[in-house]
């Protein structure tokens, strides 16, 4: 079994400092959970036959309307590239278009009728992994995650470390 921690507010500022020396990584602890959460997700999302990611796209284009590639990229916080790799197998499953845009230089995100009964069809999956999640985790754990994670991307924001590219 491992030691837990001591509660962070308990100890003294120097103790604090050492403390951080001893718990690892913060990036890699960061991964790894990620990762896990993650797989939690595409073990369900994979009943609908798509992964997170792809649920997400669908999601966000379904929310955002009909926009241009390099503002959905921007929205959800990717790289174009990424974004591009992303798009293919939906607009290849015929689930999202890539349709014309106001001049002949630009195209826009849409999501076609398959696409709205696909994302429509994950949606369950969808919840059946957030409310295990949530459960397996606890209601108060989760809060406290979510946040930890705003109150992070906040403070990382301020700061001026994140580009807007933040996936991998």
Request: glycine share 8%.
């Amino acid at each position: 079994m491992r030691d837990k921690p001591e509660p962070v507010q308990d100890l003294p500022d120097a103790d604090l400092l050492a403390s951080l020396k001893t718990l690892g990584c913060t990036n890699f602890k960061l991964r790894q959970l990620m990762r896990r959460v993650a797989q939690h997700y595409d073990v369900e999302m994979a009943g609908a036959g798509l992964k997170t990611t792809q649920y997400s796209l669908l999601s966000h284009v379904l929310k955002l309307g009909p926009l241009r590639p390099g503002e959905l990229a921007k929205r959800m916080k990717m790289s174009a590239s990424t974004l591009t790799r992303n798009l293919k197998p939906l607009v290849d499953a015929g689930w999202l278009e890539l349709a014309a845009g106001s001049d002949a230089r630009s195209r826009t995100v849409t999501i076609t009728p398959a696409g709205r009964a696909k994302r429509e069809e994950a949606l369950g999956h969808w919840k059946v992994a957030q409310e295990s999640l949530n459960q397996r985790l606890g209601a108060g754990r989760v809060l406290a995650l979510h946040g930890l994670i705003n109150e992070s991307l906040e403070l990382l924001a301020a700061a001026g470390t994140v580009t807007g590219a933040d996936d991998e």
